[in-house]
């Protein structure tokens, strides 16, 4: 399994950013997938997991300004990041869970700062 995440970058604090992850199959056969961070310094940390059938989960953190989603035709789910703030700023990360095995995809940088 083969999962591309994309669409970090610079952003202002109160700004938006939509992160997606592209992955190789059909993205059907996960049992979970989700979103993880790790910022300069620290441990990576949880932040929004949607599971196959469709029920999402979020840290409390990102709750209320983070939006996980996916899209079947496109085998993509996708970070929708709301109202940021600078401690946001992170590497994120996507993982796919199927069965006992994890799958991980490189890192997308996302900065907040004026």
């Known amino acids: 399994v083969q999962l591309q995440a994309s669409g970090g970058g610079l952003v202002q604090p109160g700004g938006s950013l939509r992160l997606s992850c592209a992955v190789s199959?059909?993205?059907?056969?996960?049992?979970?997938m989700s979103w993880y961070r790790q910022a300069p310094g620290k441990e990576r940390e949880w932040v929004a997991r949607?599971?196959?059938?469709?029920?999402?989960d979020y840290a409390e953190s990102v709750k209320g300004r983070f939006t996980i989603s996916r899209d079947y035709a496109r085998n993509t789910i996708y970070l929708q990041m709301n109202s940021l703030k600078p401690e946001d700023t992170a590497l994120y990360y996507c993982?796919?869970?199927?069965?006992?095995?994890?799958?991980w995809g490189q890192g997308t940088l996302v900065t907040v700062s004026s």
């Open positions: 993982q796919a869970v199927m069965g006992i095995t994890t799958s």
């Open positions: 199959g059909s993205i059907r056969r996960f049992k979970s």
């Open positions: 949607i599971y196959g059938g469709g029920t999402t």
